[in-house]
């Protein structure tokens, strides 16, 4: 099993998101945008980004969208997580016992997740940060600087 991005790390994450929320519950597409912007928050004016930007960064929200699914499946099977069904579709929080299971983890890195979560939580109600509005930002960003890196049309380099 591949500890990177397994869907128990990214559970692991989600529930740090679901703990800072709690008790209010996230739908999927916002655990997406809040996720990527907890481990890219320096892009976004936040503190420090806990990973680097990547080349193939609008790949990485496409994948991040099933990780997250399958990693709140693990959260829910491990009784961590709740789901709620609503006429707008499905909801998540954490469990009442989420938010204990976060505090007992002494990771630096989930120590450093908990500050983001946090952040993002508390930013997303501002005007500062619209996170779906920053979250297309980015993308836009990523699809100029693809752009930019392709051979001119007509050039010796197609």
């Keep these: 099993m591949n500890p990177l991005n397994s869907p128990l790390e990214v559970g692991m994450r989600t529930l740090v998101l679901l703990t800072a929320a709690f008790p ?10 809040l996720d990527h912007v907890m481990l890219h928050s320096g892009e976004l004016d936040g503190p420090p980004s806990l990973h680097p930007s990547l080349p ?6 496409a994948m991040r969208r099933q990780l997250i699914e399958q990693g709140l499946i693990v959260l829910i099977r491990a009784g961590l997580a709740d789901v709620e069904p609503t006429a707008d579709g499905l909801l998540y929080r954490a469990s009442e016992e989420g938010p ?18 946090a952040w993002v939580i508390a930013a997303q109600s501002t005007p500062q940060l619209d996170v779906r509005a920053a979250t297309r930002a980015i993308t836009d960003r990523w699809a100029r ?3 930019s890196q392709l051979p001119a049309p007509g050039s010796d380099h197609a």
């Design 100 to 117: 204990g299971f976060v505090d007992i983890l002494e990771a630096p890195y989930v120590g450093a997740l908990k500050d983001r979560a």
């Design 145 to 147: 600087n693809f752009d």
């Design 24 to 33: 209010e519950p996230l739908d999927v597409a916002r655990l997406v945008y």
């Design 56 to 61: 193939a960064g609008p790949g990485e929200l």
